[in-house]
């Protein structure tokens, strides 16, 4: 339920549009995913009664109950429960912003809106007290689980692990993040020095070369099987898709005239559908998108950016 409020959170307007680069955020997934299975494991172990048993440290022992089943304790299990249903929750936060998560300007993230916090909150809340006061006589998964509230001082304990384990997790999205802005930065100076990339950046970017390859062989195939039914029903057969170099090409060169004239791409592109839409009206059909190119529109055979 959470994650479909992220639709409604706060974000900062772009003056062009977003180019996803998919390989940035498969690394950032795998790593923070990669993280919460490590410490939901350690946690599996710490927490279970004849491996690391660690509740003794902090001077209590888990009440475990004579409830077993094959694997763990019910209150292991309620303990497991909280772990994996807060770092979850908790990292709707971390992935919102490229910096840390508590860190809100306006190169990074806005603060988070209430209709998402509000959620966050009541799921949080309400699997905290399910981790303490599930009842022994409710049985999950069908009766063939074992559940049982562990108690707020087990519970307190999970919660400042989870805490550390979620700063940890932050901490390795800003580590990807800031390799990929270093790598984005060497392509840019060897585009400019016309040298070549170095080994690691070539390397990082081959699979979304790939990912480009496969997109414009798919639309190639979309187009070889639209273009015939196209014809037949009198429609223009032209794709309507940008490959990833022609977009950014042409990009470069909507950023372009939008530095030489002056004025924002936002503002450029709204003169540009006035005169479209006036030149369209006498009688001429031409497409509003023909000469500031954007995520949405047509593609059109643009020359490549001139070389200084």
Request: proline share 7%; aromatic share 10%; hydrophobic share 45%.
């Amino acid at each position: 339920v959470s994650a479909m409020f992220v639709f409604f959170d706060k974000v900062h307007t772009s003056d062009v549009p977003e180019l996803f680069h998919m390989g940035k955020v498969l690394c950032i997934a795998t790593g923070q995913a990669a993280v919460g299975v490590l410490a939901t494991t350690i946690l599996l172990y710490l927490a279970s009664p004849g491996r690391g048993d660690w509740w003794h440290i902090f001077g209590f022992e888990l009440p475990i109950s004579q409830m077993m089943t094959d694997i763990t304790p019910g209150e292991v299990v309620a303990v497991m429960y909280l772990a994996l249903t807060a770092l979850i929750q908790l990292n709707l936060l971390t992935t919102r912003n490229p910096s840390f998560w508590w860190r809100f300007s306006k190169h990074t993230a806005p603060p988070p809106s209430l209709i998402l916090l509000a959620p966050m909150a009541a799921f949080l809340v309400g699997s905290t007290f399910i981790s303490v006061y599930w009842p022994d006589r409710v049985r999950p998964d069908g009766g063939r689980g074992s559940m049982i509230g562990a108690g707020w001082a087990p519970i307190g304990i999970v919660w400042a692990y989870v805490f550390i384990w979620w700063q940890i997790s932050d901490l390795v999205k800003v580590v990807i993040q800031k390799v990929f802005r270093t790598a984005e930065a060497h392509v840019e100076r060897c585009k400019r020095d016309n040298s070549p990339l170095p080994g690691w950046v070539a390397a990082m970017d081959k699979p979304n070369q790939w990912a480009s390859r496969a997109s414009d062989i798919i639309l190639s195939w979309v187009d070889a099987i639209y273009a015939p039914i196209a014809t037949k029903l009198g429609k223009n057969p032209r794709r309507t898709a940008l490959s990833q170099e022609e977009f950014r090409s042409n990009m470069s060169m909507a950023m372009s005239m939008s530095r030489m004239s002056g004025v924002s791409p936002t503002e450029l592109r709204t003169s540009q559908l006035s005169a479209a839409s006036s030149r369209k009206s006498s009688g001429r059909r031409v497409a509003a998108t023909s000469e500031l190119p954007t995520i949405d529109a047509v593609a059109v055979d643009l020359p490549p950016p001139k070389q200084a």
